[in-house]
Every structure is written in structure tokens, then in C-alpha cells.
């Protein structure tokens, strides 16, 4: 068992974290966040707004919380997407603005949840919101662009995509927090994508679909970490990059423990079990068979 010690306790809360409780909250957020990106109701409130391709659209939604930004923006907030790839959104504010975008992605998430049956009462509710809520209101945001982002947003009145969006606003902060690990350790944004997907659980040919690095700058990446020792000559996860990999993942729960430091422990554990019934939902719905 990890424990990190807060360095600040007047700030943070007072205590230890315990890091493995950190992970499995963390996994908790990132598994009730990821539907967004997958479900029906999403594309259909791009549509509705002009904009068909997915991949725009996909950068539009997530990238909505920052207001009317350059592409160039996204793309230094999103860091493992190719420059080509953000810069198709360019005209993604021209087909509606920033807070357009941002009611359809919670009319979306409104449909998505009552279309597979979310099962969460409203004390459930409440008593889930009585714990996020003072993580997002105690929250460093400095350095977390898409965090802070979020956590300016004024909540929906649907009280179950409010939870949701301050749910969102835990999953940024996270993923903010590992971009700073990954350039601590020198990898680029081709390279720890190319990483990620020699782990087996991000398909390669979706990441490259999406991402859209060429061959070229793949081929540099994966070079670049053979080199490392991280992968093998046949492109093959070796076990020091199976164990880079997870040092960098234990460097951003280490990160993370400040962010659920308010609530302790015992509030992180309840917070994933209150969230579940959304990725259980979800899963039941095959949502999540795309991603596996």
C-alpha cells in the first residue's frame, strides 16, 4: 500500500492519501466521463450544430469549456493529438459558438443517461454532489488548462448531468496532471501514445484514426523509445516500459492525492462506488465495447 503525505495540510485536508484509493477513484471518474465520447446522442448533437466529422467534433465538445480558443490551444491542452488533427476543428466555432457546444454536450449526456437507464436516486445524487463538490471547489488549477476550464462552467439543472460535469471537471484535472508527468519524463506527444497502445489497451489503429500522426512521425516515436528500451525491436512493450509506464502512472496518483485530499479516504472510496451505476449503465449498453 502507497501513502503520500500532503505537503500542506492547511490547504489540502490533513492525513494520509492512500494511493491505491486514489487510483480506483480515479478510474471510477475517467470510467463515468468516457461515455461522452462514444454514445449516439453525441454525434446526432454535432449534427445538429453542422458539424459531421467526428474527429472535429470530438475536439469542439471537449475543448468548448475554454471559450472561442485557436486550435493551436487545443491542441497544447490535448498534447497527444497531431497538429493536422486539431487544426481541422478550426472552424468548428464558425459552425456554432463555444457555449452552443457546450449545452449540446449536456443535452447529450442527458440523453445518453436516460436512453440506458442510469440508476441513481436523488439522495444518491445529492449525497455524491455533498462529496465532489468540495473537491472541485478546493482544487489547485494552476497548470490544469482543461480542469480550470470546466470548473468555470455554470452547472446544467438536470442534477444527474451536473454530477456528471463536475465529474468531467475530476477527469481533466487528472488528465492535466499526467501531461505534466509525461514531459517530466521526456515523452512526447507521439510517444506516449505510440506506448499506450503497446500495452494492447488502446487499439493502434484507432489512435492513429484519431490522432492522425503519419508514418513517419510514428516510426520516429517508436524508435525513439526502442532507444529507451521501452520497446522491444519487434515494436513489443518490454518490461522496463511496462514499468516506466506505471512509475508515470503512480507519479500522477501521487499528483491526484492533493485533489481528493478534502474528502479523505473514505470519501474518495464512497464517491466511486455513488458514480458506478453510471459506468454500470453504460457498460450493460455495450457503449464500452468500442474501447476494449
Excluded at 184 to 199: E, I, K, M, S
Aim: net charge negative; with cysteine; charged share 20%.
Amino acid at each position: 500500500m502507497h501513502l503520500h503525505t500532503l505537503p500542506d495540510p492547511t490547504r489540502r485536508g490533513i492525513g494520509l492519501m492512500d494511493l491505491d484509493t486514489v487510483r480506483t477513484v480515479s478510474r471510477a471518474v475517467t470510467a463515468a466521463h468516457l461515455f461522452i465520447y462514444l454514445v449516439p446522442e453525441t454525434a446526432e448533437e454535432a449534427a445538429e450544430l453542422g458539424v459531421t466529422d467526428p474527429g472535429p467534433a470530438y475536439l469542439a465538445f471537449r475543448s468548448a469549456a475554454l471559450g472561442a480558443v485557436p486550435w493551436q490551444v487545443t491542441l497544447a491542452a490535448f498534447y497527444n493529438f497531431s497538429p493536422r488533427a486539431v487544426r481541422a476543428m478550426a472552424g468548428a466555432w464558425d459552425a456554432a459558438p463555444p457555449e452552443r457546444w457546450r449545452a449540446a454536450r449536456f443535452l447529450a449526456a442527458e440523453r445518453a443517461m436516460r436512453r440506458v437507464g442510469v440508476q441513481l436516486t436523488g439522495d444518491h445524487i445529492a449525497e455524491a454532489r455533498s462529496l465532489i463538490d468540495p473537491v472541485v471547489a478546493g482544487a489547485d488549477y494552476a497548470g490544469k488548462v482543461l480542469a480550470a476550464a470546466n470548473a468555470s462552467v455554470a452547472l446544467p439543472t438536470d442534477p444527474l448531468v451536473a454530477l456528471w460535469q463536475q465529474i468531467t471537471v475530476a477527469r481533466e484535472w487528472r488528465g492535466d496532471a499526467h501531461l505534466v508527468v509525461l514531459a517530466d519524463n521526456g515523452l512526447g506527444p507521439c510517444d506516449c501514445l505510440v506506448l499506450h497502445t503497446a500495452t494492447g489497451r488502446l487499439p493502434t489503429a484507432l489512435a492513429r484514426a484519431t490522432r492522425q500522426w503519419d508514418d513517419d512521425e510514428w516510426s520516429a516515436a517508436t524508435a525513439r523509445l526502442a532507444a529507451r528500451g521501452w520497446l522491444d525491436s519487434d515494436s513489443v512493450l518490454t518490461d522496463a516500459g511496462r514499468a516506466a509506464r506505471e512509475r508515470m502512472e503512480a507519479e500522477t496518483d501521487e499528483h491526484c492525492a492533493a485533489l481528493w485530499a478534502p474528502i479523505g479516504n473514505a470519501g474518495a472510496r464512497r464517491f466511486a462506488s455513488l458514480i458506478a451505476p453510471i459506468t454500470d449503465a453504460f457498460t450493460a449498453a455495450g457503449t464500452f465495447q468500442t474501447v476494449r
